[in-house]
């Protein structure tokens, strides 16, 4: 699979297993400079692995899969975005770090379980729970702080007893670029410029006007 696509790779951190309750968003700087899909053996029964979930078996022919990847999170203003988390060039990755732990894998104190996460790549998606992460920094700025590091990660898909209700559709999810507003996207999704203010509530922004360079926006199906 060519990891040369202008698509962003989003992961999506939640609660539950139904992807409904989100943790939060990490979107990866550039695409992965790794990416690897290995296929496992799908359940013949309802039967839980050892995190607790509840795994079904699937359609026929189709088996589980594990993603492995790596990347990089940089704060030195060699990428024009800055790592999900950051607000200034050469500040410490960590914040990026911990946004990235928080919606992979740190343990919930109520449920006792790491979260559920759904990594999106163009056309590809998968939906399962981190199994590794490991981070290696490689440079500093002057105060000492980490401004740059190397991650690799795996992936494990699950299946759930209920398939998620969300399906969002990637060709209605647009990455944002200079000049681009949400009167002009509404008028491009639904015809309607007047749903700008929905579509904000819906994506959580703080204002309609100022929109992040290179943050990808959901355009949902609406009733009118």
Same mark, same amino acid.
Request: hydrophobic fraction near 35%.
């Given at each position: 699979?060519?990891?040369?696509?202008?698509?962003?790779?989003?992961?999506?951190?939640?609660?539950?297993?139904?992807?409904?309750?989100?943790?939060?968003?990490?979107?990866?700087?550039?695409?992965?400079?790794?990416?690897?899909?290995?296929?496992?053996?799908?359940?013949?029964?309802?039967?839980?692995?050892?995190?607790?979930?509840?795994?079904?078996?699937?359609?026929?022919?189709?088996?589980?899969?594990?993603?492995?990847?790596?990347?990089?999170?940089?704060?030195?203003?060699?990428?024009?975005?800055?790592?999900?988390?950051?607000?200034?060039?050469?500040?410490?990755?960590?914040? +990026?770090?911990?946004?990235?732990?928080?919606?992979?894998?740190?343990?919930?104190?109520?449920?006792?379980?790491?979260?559920?996460?759904?990594?999106?790549?163009?056309?590809?998606?998968?939906?399962?729970?981190?199994?590794?992460?490991?981070?290696?920094?490689?440079?500093?700025?002057?105060?000492?702080?980490?401004?740059? +590091?190397?991650?690799?990660?795996?992936?494990?898909?699950?299946?759930?007893?209920?398939?998620?209700?969300?399906?969002?559709?990637?060709?209605?999810?647009?990455?944002?670029?200079?000049?681009?507003?949400?009167?002009?996207?509404?008028?491009?999704?639904?015809?309607?410029?007047?749903?700008?203010?929905?579509?904000?509530?819906?994506?959580?922004?703080?204002?309609?006007? +100022?929109?992040?360079?290179?943050?990808?926006?959901?355009?949902?199906?609406?009733?009118?």
């Amino acid at each position: 699979m060519s990891t040369n696509s202008a698509k962003i790779f989003s992961i999506e951190g939640y609660e539950d297993s139904d992807f409904k309750k989100k943790i939060g968003l990490f979107q990866l700087q550039v695409a992965p400079d790794k990416f690897d899909i290995s296929f496992g053996q799908n359940p013949s029964e309802t039967s839980k692995n050892v995190n607790g979930d509840v795994l079904v078996a699937g359609s026929p022919g189709k088996e589980l899969r594990d993603l492995s990847f790596s990347f990089l999170i940089d704060n030195s203003g060699v990428f024009p975005q800055l790592p999900s988390g950051c607000n200034k060039i050469g500040s410490s990755i960590m914040p +990026a770090v911990n946004l990235l732990n928080k919606i992979t894998v740190l343990v919930d104190d109520d449920s006792h379980t790491k979260p559920f996460v759904w990594a999106i790549w163009s056309d590809l998606q998968i939906q399962g729970r981190v199994s590794n992460v490991s981070y290696n920094y490689s440079f500093f700025n002057e105060n000492g702080e980490p401004i740059r +590091a190397s991650v690799s990660m795996q992936i494990t898909e699950i299946a759930t007893e209920k398939p998620t209700q969300r399906s969002p559709d990637i060709s209605r999810m647009p990455s944002v670029k200079d000049g681009d507003n949400l009167v002009k996207f509404c008028e491009d999704f639904y015809d309607d410029k007047n749903f700008y203010l929905k579509i904000a509530e819906l994506n959580n922004l703080s204002s309609f006007r +100022a929109l992040e360079r290179g943050k990808r926006l959901e355009f949902p199906p609406i009733k009118k």
